[in-house]
């Protein structure tokens, strides 16, 4: 199977999403990133950005190649979940967005949210644009540690890519399920490419 690993702004893509645009003039631009990217022959396009996501939702039916919106893969968990839930963001910035394709998705399959929750972790997301990645990780776990100790019925998931590694060191601390935007990936993967795989792997990768 062929492979390209592509991300949004560095060197393999064409200038696209640099400048501001009108919301169809966005599409426009992300269509044409999509359409560029399956051009280089991948197996399929993994979009981990909820903007990009929200710009391609349209382009899906018409893409050759299956293109995968993680952000999907995440709200498809959520919505199986019958009782209280926590979501959590640490950039405030990708709250609304994320949380208006999660409501479509639902109404779409006539779910209700609820009984969903949003919390925002205050004063952390700085630290990943700062680059100290390893406190980040370690303030992150905190706070979720003590969400679940406050709030002990509630199924907790955390939204954000960026918060992953902080979900799996207090799972294996506490021998938790922490919801997440990997949640539904590897299955995914594995049906996809008809054999175990590992971290996405031999995927095509677009992260905006």
């Given at each position: 199977?062929?492979?390209?690993?592509?991300?949004?702004?560095?060197?393999?893509?064409?200038?696209?999403?640099?400048?501001?645009?009108?919301?169809?003039?966005?599409?426009?631009?992300?269509?044409?990133?999509?359409?560029?990217?399956?051009?280089?022959?991948?197996?399929?396009?993994?979009?981990?950005?909820?903007?990009?996501?929200?710009?391609?939702?349209?382009?899906?039916?018409?893409?050759?190649?299956?293109?995968v919106l993680l952000d999907e893969l995440l709200?498809?968990?959520?919505?199986?979940?019958?009782?209280?839930?926590?979501?959590?963001?640490?950039?405030?910035?990708?709250?609304?967005?994320?949380?208006?394709?999660?409501?479509?998705?639902?109404?779409?399959?006539?779910?209700?949210?609820?009984?969903?929750?949003?919390?925002?972790?205050?004063?952390?997301?700085?630290?990943?644009?700062?680059?100290?990645k390893a406190q980040y990780v370690a303030e992150?776990?905190a706070a979720v540690r003590r969400l679940l100790?406050?709030?002990?019925?509630?199924?907790?998931?955390?939204?954000?890519?960026?918060?992953?590694?902080?979900?799996?060191?207090?799972?294996?601390?506490?021998?938790?399920?922490?919801?997440?935007?990997?949640?539904?990936?590897?299955?995914?993967?594995?049906?996809?490419?008809?054999?175990?795989?590992?971290?996405?792997?031999?995927?095509?990768?677009?992260?905006?």
């Open positions: 199977m062929s492979a390209v690993e592509a991300q949004a702004g560095g060197a393999m893509l064409p200038p696209a999403l640099d400048a501001p645009f009108t919301m169809e003039q966005a599409r426009v631009k992300a269509a044409e990133q999509l359409r560029w990217i399956v051009q280089t022959g991948v197996d399929a396009v993994l979009v981990t950005c909820t903007a990009y996501a929200a710009l391609l939702a349209d382009e899906q039916a018409r893409c050759p190649v299956p293109v709200f498809n968990s959520l919505v199986r979940i019958s009782g209280p839930q926590l979501l959590l963001f640490t950039n405030p910035g990708t709250v609304e967005g994320t949380l208006r394709r999660l409501r479509d998705y639902a109404a779409a399959r006539h779910v209700s949210l609820d009984q969903l929750e949003v919390r925002v972790i205050d004063g952390v997301f700085e630290l990943i644009l700062q680059g100290r992150v776990a100790e406050a709030e002990p019925g509630k199924a907790v998931s955390v939204a954000q890519l960026s918060m992953v590694d902080s979900a799996r060191l207090v799972e294996d601390e506490l021998g938790v399920r922490i919801g997440g935007p990997l949640a539904g990936l590897r299955e995914w993967l594995e049906e996809f490419v008809g054999e175990d795989v590992h971290d996405g792997e031999r995927i095509a990768e677009w992260k905006g």
